[in-house]
T-cell receptor, first 112, second 113 residues
Framework: EPEVTQTPSHQVTQMGQEVILRCVPISNHLYFYWYRQILGQKVEFLVSFYNNEISEKSEIFDDQFSVERPDGSNFTLKIRSTKLEDSAMYFC??????????FGNGTRLTVT | AQSVTQLDSQVPVFEEAPVELRCNYSSSVSVYLFWYVQYPNQGLQLLLKYLSGSTLVESINGFEAEFNKSQTSFHLRKPSVHISDTAEYFCAVSERYNNDMRFGAGTRLTVKP
C-alpha cells in the first residue's frame, strides 16, 4: 500500500537556524497538509496546499513558515528561524478527492 | 469552522473490559468523521471513518463507532480491550465542502492487566 514518507525522522537544530522538513505524498494525491503535535498535546493544523498554492493556514502558520512543492513528488515545510517552541512532531498528510488523509510517520523537530 | 471535543483526556481500563471514548463535534455543514490511533513513538493511523451510509462503522481490530447526527457525536467503542490497545486516540472531523481536517485533543487509553 502506498505511503506518505517523511524525512528525516528526527531533526535537531539550534534556535535561529532554518530547517526544511521533507515529505513525499502518495503519488496520485492532490491535496497536501502539514500538522504539528507538541509533545503531549493535540494535533494542530498548520496548512493545506492544493494546485500549487496554499488553500488554508492556521494562526500558527506565521511568516516564519513556508511550504513548497518544488517538483512533482516532494512537499516541504520550511521554518526560517526556529524557536524553542517550534519543537514538536510535524506530520505531513495527503489525500485525493473525497478521501481521508493519509499521514506520514512524522518528523520530530528538536530546537535547542 | 468545524471543531472536535474529546471529553476524556485519559481513560484507564482493565484488560477485557469494555471501553467507550467520547467524541463530539460542531459544524454547520455535513461532515466526515474519523478516528485515528497513535501508538507510542509512532505516527497517526486511520482506525475507522464515517463518510456516508450506515452510521455504524467498524475497524478490523474490533473497534466500532456510531455517527449520531442529532447528538453530533461519534463515540468509539470496543467490547473487550487488549493490552495492545494502549495508545492515544484522536477523533477528527472534516467538512465535506473543503475536506480540511481538525482533530480533538486526544484520549489516552491505558489498558492494565
Amino acid at each position: 500500500e502506498p505511503e506518505v514518507t517523511q524525512t528525516p525522522s528526527h531533526q535537531v537544530t539550534q534556535m535561529g537556524q532554518e530547517v526544511i522538513l521533507r515529505c513525499v505524498p502518495i503519488s496520485n494525491h492532490l491535496y497536501f497538509y502539514w500538522y504539528r503535535q507538541i509533545l503531549g498535546q493535540k494535533v494542530e493544523f498548520l496548512v493545506s496546499f492544493y494546485n500549487n498554492e496554499i488553500s488554508e493556514k492556521s494562526e500558527i502558520f506565521d511568516d516564519q513558515f513556508s511550504v513548497e512543492r518544488p517538483d512533482g513528488s516532494n512537499f516541504t515545510l520550511k521554518i526560517r528561524s526556529t524557536k524553542l517552541e517550534d519543537s514538536a512532531m510535524y506530520f505531513c498528510a495527503s489525500r485525493t478527492v473525497n478521501s481521508p488523509l493519509h499521514f506520514g510517520n512524522g518528523t520530530r523537530l528538536t530546537v535547542t | 469552522a468545524q471543531s472536535v471535543t474529546q471529553l476524556d483526556s485519559q481513560v484507564p481500563v482493565f484488560e477485557e473490559a469494555p471501553v467507550e471514548l467520547r467524541c463530539n463535534y460542531s459544524s454547520s455543514v455535513s461532515v466526515y468523521l474519523f478516528w485515528y490511533v497513535q501508538y507510542p513513538n509512532q505516527g497517526l493511523q486511520l482506525l475507522l471513518k464515517y463518510l456516508s451510509g450506515s452510521t455504524l462503522v467498524e475497524s478490523i481490530n474490533g473497534f466500532e463507532a456510531e455517527f449520531n447526527k442529532s447528538q453530533t457525536s461519534f463515540h468509539l467503542r470496543k467490547p473487550s480491550v487488549h493490552i495492545s490497545d494502549t495508545a492515544e486516540y484522536f477523533c477528527a472531523v472534516s467538512e465535506r465542502y473543503n475536506n480540511d481536517m481538525r482533530f480533538g485533543a486526544g484520549t489516552r487509553l491505558t489498558v492494565k492487566p
